[in-house]
């Protein structure tokens, strides 16, 4: 059974900087594609980070230089470390395994966990 569980989230005030932590279970993590996700309050869902078994990354366009994707094979964990938050970074952050379909990063599961919700606010 796919278990993702999602923390680290809270409230933080605008440049700061918060450590996000996906602990994985019941996938094959050192073979799986992660990703963060993120969705804002009636917002669709969208890809914030990805990267792969080997390490390599993939972030969207906004995300650029302020967050970073990491992850930890010895603990079937991957984090996501925000830098320089800014209000609209404001949302629930999730994580899922992901795969490439027709060269753009898809999510692996259709369940997910309970996400971790992030808030940007002075």
């Known amino acids: 059974q796919v278990q993702l569980v999602e923390s680290g989230g809270g409230l933080v005030q605008p440049g700061g900087s918060l450590r996000l932590s996906c602990a994985a279970s019941?996938?094959?993590?050192?073979?799986?594609?992660m990703g963060w996700y993120r969705q804002a309050p009636g917002k669709q869902r969208e890809l914030v980070a990805a990267i792969t078994p080997g390490g390599s990354t993939n972030y969207a366009d906004s995300m650029k230089g302020r967050f970073t994707i990491i992850r930890d094979h010895a603990k079937n964990t991957v984090y996501l470390q925000m830098n320089s938050l800014k209000p609209e970074d404001t949302a629930v952050y999730y994580c899922?395994?992901?795969?490439?379909?027709?060269?753009?990063?898809?999510?692996?599961?259709?369940?997910w966990g309970q996400g971790t919700q992030v808030t940007v606010s002075s």
């Open positions: 019941g996938i094959a993590f050192s073979i799986s594609a």
């Open positions: 899922n395994a992901v795969r490439l379909r027709l060269g753009v990063y898809v999510p692996r599961f259709d369940s």
